[in-house]
């Protein structure tokens, strides 16, 4: 394995670590969900340059549905991710405190929030676009060839039982109502164990990381088919 690919996996190890941390806000602290945000951003502008390749190409081959849609998602997450850090900015209190004189808190409190929900969905179903290169990795990491049936079956009732945990923390931590302004004001109990909220976050981002994954291989059988069709 590369110096530049274990240095993706590294990047992309703490940035979805550090995903469901962001989204604690209070219960993080102010001041550490700042500098774990600007870290995030950091994470994310070395992500991009160490896929530079994707940039290249952006312009070349054609754009079967697969490719249309997960480049939609790209750029829609690179579009939120600039908003995110452009509002934390106006907002904050501790690492950008010198631009606080500046007006507009109460519009980038209102975007930063619906914004990240949105992001935090679809930063989940682009960790499952590329869940089979995920896989193909974690298999040469742990020196696994292929799995074994038994294995694999158990893989997906964890994956099941999983995905079913996060049906219910997407409800239970009111992500619809978030994601279209319904509430303006994030609401947190304080009582909780953070370790609860994360495990809620977790399996929520498992959730749509799997619907993403099999989105890709449903598109990928039908485009196949069509494809023959047309032979």
Not at 12 to 41: K, N, Q, R, V
Not at 44 to 64: A, I, V
Not at 101 to 128: D, E, P
Not at 189 to 198: A, G, V
Request: net charge positive; with cysteine; charged share 15%.
């Amino acid at each position: 394995m590369t110096a530049k690919r274990k240095l993706q996996i590294i990047t992309d190890a703490i940035m979805t670590a550090l995903l469901p941390m962001l989204m604690a806000y209070s219960l993080i602290g102010e001041e550490f969900h700042e500098w774990a945000g600007i870290a995030m951003f950091i994470l994310f502008l070395l992500h991009h340059g160490l896929n530079w390749k994707w940039h290249t190409n952006l312009f070349r081959g054609r754009y079967r549905t697969v490719r249309a849609l997960g480049t939609a998602v790209n750029i829609l997450i690179f579009l939120m991710m600039l908003t995110l850090m452009i509002s934390g900015m106006v907002m904050s209190r501790y690492a950008f405190s010198f631009l606080a004189a500046g007006g507009g808190q109460s519009l980038a409190r209102s975007a930063h929030m619906v914004v990240s929900y949105w992001c935090y969905v679809l930063v989940s179903v682009h960790l499952g676009f590329h869940g089979v290169g995920i896989l193909g990795m974690l298999r040469k990491v742990f020196r696994r060839e292929k799995a074994s049936k038994a294995r694999t079956n158990i893989i997906r009732i964890v994956a099941a039982v999983t995905a079913a945990y996060g049906i219910c923390a997407f409800i239970k931590r009111d992500f619809v109502d978030y994601m279209l302004m319904r509430t303006h004001f994030a609401f947190y109990d304080f009582s909780e164990p953070l370790i609860y909220f994360l495990a809620d976050y977790f399996a929520v981002m498992a959730l749509f990381a799997l619907l993403g994954y099999y989105a890709v291989k449903l598109l990928s059988v039908f485009g196949r088919r069509g494809q023959d069709k047309d032979r």
